[in-house]
């Protein structure tokens, strides 16, 4: 499956989010990496680091923020600092696993 090169046009909602959570869940049918989401999951939390979001958006941040943070951990812990450096880790998956936790929390 070709990957998109970005999810850039993907709107910023609790939809868009469950959306991409179930993508990672289903990576073998995903339009995005693992990697992607992770990116996109951080873009959403950055645009409410100086906002105050509307609850159901408040809801969403510490899921978006852990994807973000679990993907860098999973990669730190697996990868050479050179390899951290040198690797586009497109191809690169976190377990389905917990893509299926985090739409649990959101449930």
């Not at 990576?27 to 959403?44: G, L, M, N, V």
Request: overall charge negative; proline content about 6%.
């Amino acid at each position: 499956m070709q990957l998109k090169d970005h999810a850039d046009n993907i709107p910023f909602t609790r939809e868009s989010v469950l959306k991409m959570l179930t993508w990672g869940a289903n990576p073998e049918t995903s339009p995005y990496s693992h990697k992607q989401i992770a990116e996109w999951c951080d873009r959403f939390w950055c645009q409410y680091l100086e906002v105050d979001a509307e609850p159901e958006i408040e809801f969403l941040l510490p899921v978006l923020t852990d994807v973000e943070t679990q993907w860098d951990l999973y990669l730190a812990n697996k990868y050479s600092l050179e390899e951290l450096r040198t690797n586009d880790f497109k191809n690169e998956q976190m377990p389905k696993e917990w893509f299926n936790d985090w739409l649990r929390q959101l449930a």
